[in-house]
């Protein structure tokens, strides 16, 4: 029998779980307080059982659901998975946990009661084939033992959602969770996923661009790994182009560059590099997470990212505007 699926908020990454989980044979419910986006989620082909614009009248009928995708902004996702955990519904919830340490702790303690379904955090990037791979590149010393990393991601606001305006869309907006910070943690989450917690780190959180938005555009942080003698930097930027997401790796034995279907090892002193190329498409990443839940609702599996590596994240967010704040080097908090 078909899982049937509540997606809550259908925007862009929204409508792309529906399509996603109707092509893995489910059946999809959403809800969305806007009935025009409900509207583009059945233009986009996705037979919808039901459509509902309130929360609390979409989960009257929780029995119905197998499980829960909470995609709204971040200043909903406590909330609105909170109620669905409560329903006995196993949630996937988007990136970022909340929008703030304090408002994470909340669904932490409901998701790690003892009777509470699973809940699967979506930081996509990890399903990400050459990601996986760089990972056990770095695991096995490929360039020798790391002494500094660098992840660059930047990206200009108004040509992400071309056929809105920027200003409207929630990554503008300080209450809803936006801005660069909080909504590209998946390099935070990354950061962790391959070296752990820093020591400390120091950061500047800030909107320096012309950009019509009322959340930070720059970021730039640099973690400090006392013991590993290892220092990475992060630059998340909303007004950059052309796009650019990148890692490098530099060690004792060379060095390794990551972009999203390419990496590259070089271990001289001439650019001669060993390469290594894939044809992974984005929405891949995406379609692993869905096909993961259904395994997690299916009791095949556990969630591989969950709520404790979400307020992992909210503990460098917390970390960075801290620093940024108090101008000064910070230890993230227990």
């Known amino acids: ?9 259908t925007g862009s990454v929204g409508k792309r779980h529906a399509r996603n989980l109707q092509s893995l044979g489910c059946t999809i419910s959403c809800m969305d307080p806007r009935p025009e986006r409900l509207e583009e989620v059945r233009a986009e082909g996705v037979a919808l059982k039901s459509a509902f614009i309130a929360t609390e009248e979409a989960l009257s009928g929780a029995h119905s659901f197998d499980g829960v995708v909470v995609a709204s902004p971040p200043a909903f996702h406590v909330s609105q998975s909170i109620a669905a955990l409560e329903m006995g519904l196993p949630v996937l919830l988007e990136k970022p946990v909340s929008p703030d340490l304090k408002s994470g702790r909340r669904l932490h303690a409901a998701a790690r009661s003892t009777a509470a379904p699973p809940l699967l955090l979506g930081y996509t990037w990890r399903w990400w084939p050459p990601l996986a791979r760089v990972r056990e590149l770095i695991s096995a010393e490929a360039v020798g033992k790391l002494l500094s990393v660098t992840f ?56 320096i661009s012309d950009l019509e938005i009322e959340t930070d555009d720059n970021v730039h942080m640099l973690a400090i790994y006392e013991a590993a003698k290892l220092r990475v930097g992060l630059q998340l930027d909303l007004y950059g182009r052309p796009h650019e997401k990148s890692i490098q790796f530099i060690g004792t034995g060379g060095s390794l560059i990551w972009e999203p279907n390419q990496i590259k090892i070089g271990r001289g002193m001439n650019p001669d590099w060993e390469v290594e190329t894939f044809d992974h498409d984005r929405n891949e990443m995406f379609v692993g997470v869905a096909e993961e839940f259904l395994k997690v609702l299916a009791g095949e599996t556990a969630p591989s990212c969950t709520i404790d590596d979400g307020l992992q994240v909210l503990r460098l967010v917390e970390a960075a505007r801290a620093s940024s704040q108090q101008e000064r080097t910070v230890a993230p908090a227990p």
């Open 1 to 9: 029998m078909a899982q049937h699926i509540l997606i809550i908020g």
């Open 152 to 207: 660059t991601m930047s990206a200009h606001l108004a040509d992400w959602h071309p056929w809105e305006r920027y200003q409207d869309f929630f990554m503008s907006d300080k209450a809803l969770g936006g801005g660069a910070l909080l909504d590209e943690s998946h390099w935070l989450d990354l950061m962790l996923w391959f070296f752990g917690m820093p020591d400390r780190l120091f950061a500047k959180v800030e909107k």
